[in-house]
């Protein structure tokens, strides 16, 4: 089956990085595009990154040029680079897949910004 395990959360002050993983089975990575979304208290999921198969990367603005998402088709992962954190980016974020013509989250990890 599906699953989809993130690694990496913790607690930052603003300014600090970070650098969350998922590591990914069931399926066949290469083929799929991977994203990345984060959930927020109070507020609805939202997508962050995406990366396509072949490696294009597309950002919110809001983190454009502040996260960068990779991946790795030889250990089927997904990361996601974050600097500049500010308390804005505080949610827990989830890394999905659509797969088998439905949607897979992996349990999420929390990212919290605070001084």
């Not at 603005?61 to 974050?82: C, E, P």
């Not at 890394?95 to 013509?101: G, I, K, L, P, S």
Request: charged content about 20%; overall charge positive; proline content about 3%.
């Amino acid at each position: 089956q599906v699953q989809l395990v993130e690694s990496g959360g913790g607690l930052v002050r603003p300014g600090g990085s970070l650098r969350l993983s998922c590591a990914a089975s069931g399926f066949t990575f290469r083929v799929n595009a991977m994203d990345w979304y984060r959930q927020a208290p109070g507020k609805e999921r939202e997508l962050v990154a995406a990366i396509s198969y072949g490696g294009r990367a597309d950002y919110a603005d809001s983190v454009k040029g502040r996260f960068t998402i990779s991946r790795d088709n030889a250990k089927n992962t997904v990361s996601l680079g974050m600097n500049s954190l500010e308390p804005e980016d505080t949610a827990v974020y989830y890394c999905h897949v659509r797969a088998f013509t439905r949607d897979y989250w992996g349990q999420g990890t929390q990212v919290t910004v605070s001084s």
